[in-house]
Structures are given as C-alpha cells and as structure tokens.
C-alpha cells in the first residue's frame, strides 16, 4: 500500500476517535438522556417472544468468542487467498481497554433491568470481562462495526469480485450492522448512545489496523 494511502486511512483513524471522544464528553454530560430514554421506548414498542430470541442469538454472534472466531476466519481468507498476513486484523483487541476505560470513566447507567429482553437464562464468559455499573460504549457494537469495516475494505479491494456482486454484500452487511444497532437497544442492553459511539470506536480501531494491510 503507497505512504499517501496509508496516511488517509490513519488520517480517517483518528478522525473518528476524535467523534468518539467528543461524543463521550457529550454523553458523560447528560446530552443524549432524552433521545436515549426516546429511541429505547420506540424501538421496544413492537415486542415478541420470536423477536426476543432473534436479537438474543444475534447478540451471541456479536460476543467476543464469536469476534474471534470471524476474525481468525479472516485472517486465514486471507492467508490462503491472498497468500499474505494480515496481522492488522487482530488489532480489534484495542477496543477492549478502550471500552473499559469509557464504562469506568463516563458517567452513563445502564438501561433499567425492567427493559431488558434477553431471553436466555445464560451468558458467555466474556460477558464478565468488561462489567461495571456504566453502559458506555457498546463492546458489542465496536467489534461489529470493526468486522464489517475490514469486510468492506477487503470486498473493495478484491478485483475477482465483479460490481454487481459487490453492491448486494456491501448492502448485506449495513443491513447486518443496523441490525445489531437495533438488537442492543430492543434487548435493553444499551442506549442508542452507547451505540453510537461504539459505531466510532469500532471504525477507527479498524481504519488503523488497515494501516498494516
């Protein structure tokens, strides 16, 4: 990849975590207290036990076992097919200390318990390694943005995948991403906030390990 190349991509990096920094002031300040509360009552409004369990399994899919597994798939698409390693991609482990830091810092309580829907009577160990009484951002949320940034960049740059085929995945995986956005709220996990700011998180961690591609 050109040095000017390289330079736009981390310029893109740091432009998003400085957007995540200034929305984690601006959450920590109580700015989003309405359109949270708002959003969370609007997306819950529609309720099923069938909904429950699609968000519920979709949730898992967002965990960090289930990260890790789509991201040593990643790495070896690309070892195989590309006959290159692509350590960038494990990279994603900056979001943890990140969110940590965000879920102690930024003063912003979790949802109610009364709003959550998560319909299985389980949870992934990992579901423990980040837990404190603050809800901001979305560990979830960043590693799925993460994935789907390093998904994007890597359909774009293959020249054997033809435009027609392209348009349809790059819809595919927005469509994916809204979903999960959609899934935190309505299982009352996290705040469209918390969400939000995952979204930056997740794309710049990702922007700076394309640096390494």
């Known amino acids: 990849m050109m040095i000017s190349k390289r330079l736009r991509i ?4 740091l432009f998003f975590f400085l957007l995540f920094i200034l929305l984690s002031g601006l959450v920590h300040y ?6 949270d509360y708002q959003s969370m009552l609007f997306i819950q409004k529609i309720q099923s036990l069938s909904i429950d369990y699609f968000f519920s399994v ?12 789509f991201v ?4 070896l698409i690309i070892l195989i097919s590309r006959k290159r390693m692509f350590l960038g991609v494990f ?11 965000g879920k102690l810092s930024v003063y912003h309580p979790k949802p109610p318990v009364f709003l959550n ?6 949870h992934l160990p990992s579901s423990y390694f980040v837990s404190t009484n603050y809800s901001y951002p979305s560990g979830h949320m960043a590693r799925t943005v993460f994935l789907l940034v390093i998904a994007i960049f890597i359909i774009r740059s293959s020249f054997r995948i033809g435009f027609r085929t ?5 819809s595919a995986l927005i469509a994916y991403l809204f979903l999960i956005l959609i899934s935190r709220i309505y299982l009352g996990e996290h705040w469209f906030s918390d969400c939000l700011g995952a979204l930056f998180l997740g794309t710049s961690v990702a922007f700076f390990s394309l640096v390494f591609w």
């Open 10 to 13: 981390l310029s893109a990096s």
């Open 30 to 35: 109580d700015f989003f207290r309405g359109i």
């Open 58 to 69: 979709l949730t898992l899919l967002g965990s960090s076992e289930a990260v890790f597994i």
């Open 72 to 75: 040593l798939a990643v790495f």
């Open 91 to 101: 990279l994603y482990i900056l979001i943890y200390p990140v969110e940590l830091m």
């Open 117 to 122: 829907r998560y319909i299985f009577n389980f």
């Open 166 to 170: 392209k348009l349809p995945l790059y």
